[in-house]
C-alpha cells in the first residue's frame, strides 16, 4: 500500500520537463529509436514522471529508477505501457544499449516523504531508528556502521560528506559515547549529541544539519553513484539528448558543473600534439534556480540548482 501520510512537491517540475522535452536538436519523434525514450533516474513521488508521460507521443517511453520500496509502491499506481521502473540506484543507467535514449533527468537528493516519515531515520526533528538507507533491503543502516567505525573514519566523512568544522570533536563524542553507554541508535540521540558538542552554529542551522547529510551521503554512497551515472549518461544519451540534473547541496553541484565543464570542452593530447583532439562530449545550456514563488510556496526547493546540458556528436 502506498503511504499517503506525507506529501511531496516536486522542485523545477515544469522547468525541468521542459529541459528534457524541448529540444529541437533531438532526432525526429516519428522515428522508432531513441529519440522517443526518456529516462528518469530518480523516481521518487513520481512528479517528474507523470509530466513527461503527459508530454510523450503514443510511441514514447520513460524508464524510472529507484531504490526505495515506498517509490516503487508509488510507481506501481501508473497504469501506462510505456512506463517502466526498476528497482535500482542510477550507478545502473550504464546498462542500458549505448545510445538509446534522447534524455536523462536526475534529481538528486531525498524526497520529502522520506524526510518525514521517522522510521526512515533521515531527520534529526523526529525520534527515530538512525537508519538512513535509501534502500532499506540492502546494506548497512548509520546506526550499524558507528558500531564499529573508527574515530578518524567517522571524522572523515563528517569532514568530507557535511562540510563540517568540528568533525573532529562530533566524532570523538560518537566513540566516547560508545565506549561509555553502547552505540547510538537513534536519530534524537545523535542530533542531541552533536548539538551538545557544538556550540556554534549558523543562525537557524540545526546544529545536526551537516551531521545527519554526511552520514545519509557516505551510507548511500550518493557521490560515487552520481558520478557513475554521469558518466554513463555520456554512453546512453544520443547525440542531441538532454542531461538534466537538480542538485540540492553544493557537493552534488560541484560533481555535476565540473563534470559538464569537463566534457564541454576539446581534449588536446599534450604528448602527440599533431594528434587530433578528443572533441567535446557535451554542451552545457542552463543553470536554473527556482523562483522565488516555487520558493516562497516550498522552502524545501530553495537550495536547488538545476544544470542542463546537451550531448554532441552526429
Known sequence: MVDTTWTHTTVLLNEAADALLNNPDAAPADLESAS???VDATFGRGGHSRLILSRLSPQGRLIAYDKDLDAL????TIADERFSIRHQGFSHLGELPKAS?????????????QIDNPDRGFSFRFEGPLDMRMDTTRGESVAEWLVDAEVDKIA??????GEERFAGPIAKAIVARRQERGPISTTTELAQLVADTVKTREQGQNPA????QAFRIFINAELEELQQALEASLDVLAPGGRLVVISFHSLEDRIVKQFIAKHSRDVYDRRNPFAQPKVMQLKALDRVKPSVAEVSGNKRSRSAIMR????TGA
Open 36 to 38: 522517443q525514450t526518456y
Open 209 to 212: 544539519t551537516r551531521t545527519f
Open 101 to 113: 535514449v534522447a534524455g536523462v533527468l536526475l534529481d538528486l537528493g531525498i524526497s520529502s516523504p
Open 156 to 161: 572523515e566523512v563528517i569532514r568530507d560528506y
Open 73 to 76: 509502491a508509488e510507481a506501481a
Open 308 to 311: 542542463v546540458a546537451q550531448r
